[in-house]
């Protein structure tokens, strides 16, 4: 598998949890993890053939990103993160956040029947008065959403000053098709350079396990859009999987048989990753 990936190829989206004795769990929470701990981590990334990674701090910890902070500072080098927080952040903890090594902030606005889906989540609302100091540190807005509610959000993100980038290809049931309004806004905002999507959690769209087929064609028309604006993730440890644990090799398998061209590759694995979080070059 190594052989098949670009040198300084980036898994742009995983989690560290544990172990729990050291960094307990936030209460109350959606979901209980088992440890995934910072070694287990990186033996993933040496048996894929990743150079590095980037830990986005999940629900499970809400605001407490002291789990992500230490990995990060144990693999400066290797590691880069995407922090949630909202009105208790302030400059110089953001300052101290960036040496750390992160580069960004998670926004949670999935939800279902109109009510949030993920415990401890923080809204854009809740960050938008920190959007002018992200832009300083040249950090970028990861937004956690259904694509359905990207028209509605449409207003709010054009104020956004830094790269916006939608995690799981807008995570849209794939029965609701590449038509749908709110993909096709995802399409347009990567197409036009205005949005980044993530390529992972082909399994959170519904399809059929073990090769997720129903989810190429948004996989092709996000790839067909603009594939400067793409990045990929295996979503590692797979938190709160929609149906079976996928197995993260095959999800990499599955990624390099939709994505055969090797510049392309290159942009998507490389590249990218190293423009929106700060890597040096490969």
């Known amino acids: 598998m190594s052989g098949a990936l670009p040198r300084g190829a980036c898994d742009c989206h995983c989690h560290v949890f544990g172990p729990a004795a050291r960094f307990p769990y936030a209460e109350p929470r959606s979901y209980t993890p ?14 894929l053939g990743f150079d590095r990674g980037v830990l ?18 144990r693999e400066p080098q290797r590691l880069r993160g995407v922090a949630v927080g909202g009105a208790e952040l302030t400059a110089a ?27 401890n989540g923080v809204g854009l609302q809740e960050i938008e008065p920190l959007l002018p100091l992200l832009a300083d540190l040249g950090w970028h807005l990861q937004l956690w959403i259904d694509a359905r509610d990207l028209p509605a959000m449409a207003g709010a993100l054009a104020r956004v000053p830094v790269p916006v980038v939608v995690d799981h290809m807008g995570r849209l049931e794939h029965h609701l ?15 036009e350079g205005r949005l980044w999507a993530k390529l992972s959690g082909t399994y959170r769209l519904g399809a059929t396990p073990p090769d997720y087929g129903e989810a190429r064609p948004f996989h092709d028309a996000l790839l067909a859009a603009n594939p400067r604006n793409l ?29 055969r061209d090797p510049a392309q590759r290159q942009t998507i694995l490389t590249d990218n990753p190293a423009r929106l979080y700060d890597f040096p070059s490969a």
């Open 231 to 259: 990045v990929w993730g295996t979503d590692w440890p797979h938190p709160r999987p929609e149906g079976p644990v996928p197995d993260t090799a095959h999800l990499l398998a599955v990624l390099l048989d939709w994505t």
């Open 93 to 119: 903890t953001l300052k101290a956040w960036h040496a750390a090594g992160v580069r960004g902030l998670r926004a949670n606005e999935f939800r279902r029947d109109g009510k949030p889906y993920y415990q």
């Open 34 to 47: 088992a440890d995934a701990p910072l070694a287990a981590y990186l033996a993933m990334l040496d048996r």
């Open 177 to 191: 098709g590449t038509h749908n309004p709110g993909f096709q806004a995802l399409l347009r905002g990567v197409g």
């Open 56 to 73: 986005v701090q999940p629900s499970a910890y809400g605001r407490d990103n002291r789990a992500m902070l230490d990995a990060l500072t």
